[in-house]
């Protein structure tokens, strides 16, 4: 079936308002780990944040991984576009990633986390997630998350969204529609988080919060997992 992310793939960067670099925690949270730094994406998206490490950083290995076919050919261009030869795209659920290594950094960011849960599902997926991450993680290895903050939510969600009513704005529990000009709408759903419904859910599934940054419409956490 055909998701929000394979249809927006080639503008994503673009079209989401809410989208922000983090680079700078990124490099931050991999630095003690260099040279050879084991470094994995979960809905790397079109490979932005994995594409710069893996340029910055050649002796790292990094991994990208995501569902969407669409997402997953931006970032191979991207690799290709940088000669990237440290860089490996796994197209998977992460609720099904079970790589045969752990990772030093594992990195969530732009609301991923905030998506992971399909229409009709509980937060328990988000729970599911949280526990997912750590368990790809070494001890000791770092988590950079970054979610949309229900504190910054405005109706005006973007020039080509629409957020519909069946949304419980209270709860971040939103159902939105993407409407681009001569294609099919397609709807998906988005959980904007509290401040501290996103430090519980990191809490309670083992990591110890180090760093919290509220970043325009994003909070975005460096956490350690224990
Ligand atoms: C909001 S975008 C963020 C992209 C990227 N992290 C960034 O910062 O540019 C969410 C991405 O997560 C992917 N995604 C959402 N749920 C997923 C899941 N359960 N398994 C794998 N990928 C998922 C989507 O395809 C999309 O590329």
Redesign the pocket.
């Known amino acids: 079936m055909k ?1 929000v ?1 394979d249809a927006i ?1 080639s503008s ?2 673009r079209e ?1 308002e809410h ?1 922000g670099c ?1 680079l700078d925690v990124v490099v931050r949270a991999i630095h003690p780990f260099l040279p050879r730094v084991a470094y994995v ?6 490979g ?2 994995v594409a710069t490490i893996a340029h910055w950083f050649p002796e790292a290995s990094v991994t990208g ?4 076919f669409a ?1 997953l050919a931006e970032a191979e261009r991207e690799v290709r576009c940088f000669g990237l030869q440290n860089v490996s795209l796994v197209q ?4 099904e990633f079970k790589p045969a290594r752990m990772y030093h950094v594992l990195t ?5 986390l905030g ?2 849960c399909a229409c009709g599902e509980t937060p328990a997926v988000r729970e599911e997630t949280a526990r997912a991450m750590h368990a790809l993680l070494v001890s000791g290895g770092k988590l950079v998350a970054s979610v949309y903050n229900l504190e910054k939510f405005s109706q005006r969600y973007g020039e080509n969204f629409r957020v519909l009513p069946q949304s419980d704005i209270k709860r971040g529990e939103l159902f939105v529609e993407y409407m681009p000009h001569g294609v099919e709408p397609v709807q998906y759903y988005s959980h904007w988080f509290t401040e501290s419904e996103f430090v519980r859910l990191l809490e309670q599934n083992g990591f110890k919060i180090e760093l919290l940054e509220k970043r325009l419409a994003r909070l975005v956490v460096v956490a350690t997992a224990i």
């Open positions: 998701t992310f793939a994503y960067l989401d989208w983090d994406d979960l809905g790397c998206g079109p932005f944040h991984v995501d569902y969407s997402m998977a659920n992460i609720s969530c960011l732009n609301n991923t998506n992971v």
